[in-house]
């Protein structure tokens, strides 16, 4: 006779199935905006069958498609989130005059409320950054097991043999654990394209350092789907309906 599954609280298992993040769930929760096997749940705490069906009313809905993605084009200098006090954050880019492009939505104060970074980019680096209220987008680039690719053109210095391509691509170990494969390529004499699915602390330029490369710049241009294209460096813009990471 089979164990009955344990039961697990329903914020947890909507944000495990990328309905939303967890604040958003015990939100709609709250609220009544929660159908569980066609059943209205509205207490917080309340734990369900992991093989439940889950759907959200329509307001919960609607209240989703007004979450705000923006991506920007940081340049170097900025930092992208939690700075010391001598460093500049690089959400303060993110205002009316920066706004790029022709979009019918133009930036409101409730587009910046609870916005977070979604994979961060460090001083010196530059490109592709996204901001955002949607704890589903959030969590499809920051999650251990992601499989979101992201893409980097690094220049570099210094002299790397075929065998130390290779370790770039695989068989590095940062932190005690081996990376996941990665594409690495030369595009010219002194700049690697590389597409990772993780994201460590640095992690480029330490997978450099460790074959003997030096970083003289890295720039993100692509996170799934979404490509910096011709934002130009200082800009930003809202992610638009037709767009999404995957």
């Known amino acids: 006779m089979s164990e009955e599954k344990e039961k697990v609280r329903l914020s947890k298992l909507m944000a495990e199935r990328g309905i939303c993040s967890r604040r958003e769930a015990d939100d709609y929760i709250s609220r009544g905006l929660v159908m569980v096997n066609g059943e209205k749940i509205d207490q917080l705490g309340t734990k369900v069958d992991p093989n439940v069906k889950i759907t959200l009313e329509a307001e919960a809905l609607k209240q989703q498609k007004r979450l705000a993605t923006i991506l920007l084009n940081k340049p170097i200098g900025y930092v992208s989130s939690q700075p010391e006090p001598q460093y500049i954050p690089a959400i303060r880019l993110i205002t009316q005059e920066n706004q790029f492009g022709e979009s019918k939505q133009r930036l409101k104060p409730e587009h910046l409320k609870g916005i977070a970074v979604a994979g961060r980019l460090d001083i010196d680096s530059q490109g592709l950054l996204l901001f955002t209220q949607d704890g589903r987008i959030a969590k499809k680039i920051i999650n251990e097991e992601t499989k979101l690719e992201k893409e980097y053109i690094v220049r570099v210095q210094g002299q790397l043999p075929d065998d130390k391509l290779k370790l770039l691509r695989h068989g590095l170990v940062l932190d005690g654990k081996e990376l996941k494969p990665a594409i690495v390529e030369w595009i010219n004499d002194d700049q690697l394209r590389f597409i990772l699915k993780e994201g460590k602390k640095r992690q480029i330029r330490r997978m450099c350092e460790a ?17 910096l294209g011709k934002l130009p460096e200082g800009k930003w813009r809202f992610l638009e309906d037709d767009e999404s990471l995957d």
Not at 211 to 227: A, D, F, M, P, S
Request: proline share 0%; aromatic share 0%; net charge positive.
């Open 211 to 227: 074959v003997g490369l030096k970083v003289t710049g890295l720039k993100r241009v692509r996170i799934g789907n979404i490509r």
